[in-house]
């Protein structure tokens, strides 16, 4: 991929500002009329990702979502989601992790949580830290090698495959962070992960020169997790993919003002080893991105319009992205960032469509993630979401 592998821009149009929202949500009048044996024909020319909220009710019926096909249908193969590849992030969950199994009798801990999830028809988990209540077996922390044996014991007993962590990802290459880094691989392999990461973008800088420092840092500390067998990966909501400043007038520290339209992570895909760097497409935020970040100001001046294509991005780059966040949301206009977060499958991105765009489903590793799903009201709620999340997920088919 080359730095200016997007569609060529555009200066922006004229448009109405529904017109405007429309496009930029990617609800188009063309889903309307789409049909399964017309979406592999467009797919690529004419991407649509979300559905309007008039959308939703005929879509949830129409399509699978909210009427679960679980394990029976394992090896249906219109499953745009193999039962194997079926995974929730544990910070879905982290409310029932971190709750006292002394002062409960739902699911409390790392084990019991494990043994729920699943019930459900999970196989794969991503970790977000080891930690959990004192009074779980095994105790608060199991981020330690006696702690990670112990975690794959449970999750072995359940069936379970660990995918990956958001964990430390060292900032220096001094040896306190090697060490500590090389720790936190060993306690990745004893997991059996393939992967490993942090929820943090590589810089959160706008300039290339510091995306550039990234990339080579990146590229050392991805070297070092090749050697111990495991994949380092980034994971990014939606400002990495807003517009890389990389030219035009300099500011008063010497930095560039203006953009060539490509945006940030695909420039750290261009520098960056993919022997040895990887990402997790959170695809809720690449749709915030899709909303927000959809006009730049060029080197000459002009403003540019870009609209960000998220299956298309993973498509190009698709071994470069083993990990994926299933992470739902509904239209809101009044958002600053285009959509409210509900439990996966009950809102308007079309998964169908995006599952089917980016192809390789038995490489790809989906995990159900709602970041508002722990409730101190409603202490099942994020249970009761990750069930939902696994139905909904499952019910995923091809056209």
């Given amino acids: 991929m080359n730095q200016h592998s997007e569609p060529a821009s555009a200066p922006a149009s004229g448009a109405t500002p529904d017109e405007s929202l429309r496009r930029v949500l990617g609800v188009d009048r063309r889903r309307f009329l789409s049909t399964c044996s017309a979406v592999g024909a467009v797919a690529v020319a004419a991407p649509v990702f979300g559905a309007s909220p008039a959308l939703a009710d005929s879509r949830g019926r129409g399509h699978g979502h909210g009427h679960g096909h679980g394990h029976g249908h394992g090896h249906d193969r219109r499953a745009l989601v193999p039962a194997h590849k079926r995974g929730i992030i544990l910070y879905t969950v982290r409310d029932a992790i971190a709750r006292d199994p002394l002062a409960s009798e739902l699911p409390s801990g790392f084990r019991e949580v494990f043994k729920q999830l699943a019930r459900y028809g999970y196989r ?7 930690g959990q209540h004192a009074n779980a077996p095994g105790g608060a922390n199991l981020d330690n090698v006696q702690g990670a044996r112990l975690l794959r014991s449970w999750l072995d007993d359940y069936g379970l495959r660990a995918q990956g962590n958001h964990g430390f990802i060292p900032a220096t290459l001094t040896a306190p962070d090697l060490d500590r880094f090389k720790q936190a691989l060993e306690i990745a392999n004893i997991l059996g992960m393939d992967h490993m990461g942090t929820g943090g973008d590589p810089t959160w800088s706008s300039h290339r020169a510091d995306w550039d420092k990234a990339a080579d840092h990146w590229n050392a500390i991805g070297a070092v997790a090749r050697r111990a067998g495991i994949k380092l990966y980034t994971h990014n909501h939606d400002g990495a993919y807003d517009f890389l400043l990389d030219g035009g007038p300099l500011d008063a520290q ?6 060539s339209g490509v945006r940030k992570l695909e420039y750290f895909l261009k520098r960056t080893d993919p022997r040895d760097v990887w990402l997790e497409l959170d695809i809720f935020w690449a749709h915030v991105a ?5 006009t730049y100001t060029a ?9 960000f294509d998220p299956a298309k991005l993973v498509a190009r780059n698709g071994t470069r992205y083993p990990l994926f966040h299933a992470k739902d949301g509904t239209v809101n206009e009044s958002s600053g960032n285009g959509y409210d977060m509900v439990p996966f499958g009950t809102g308007d991105i079309d998964y169908e469509r995006f599952f089917s765009r980016v192809g390789r489903k038995t490489y790809h590793n989906p995990m159900v993630e709602q970041d508002n799903a722990p409730s101190s009201s409603a202490p099942t709620q994020s249970l009761d979401s990750a069930r939902t999340g696994y139905t909904n997920l499952a019910a995923l088919r091809a056209c």
């Fill in 124 to 130: 794969q988990v991503e970790f977000a830290g080891y």
């Fill in 254 to 259: 010497g930095r560039p003002t203006r953009s």
């Fill in 290 to 294: 899709r909303y927000k970040f959809h």
């Fill in 299 to 307: 080197h000459d001046g002009s403003q540019r319009r870009s609209l």
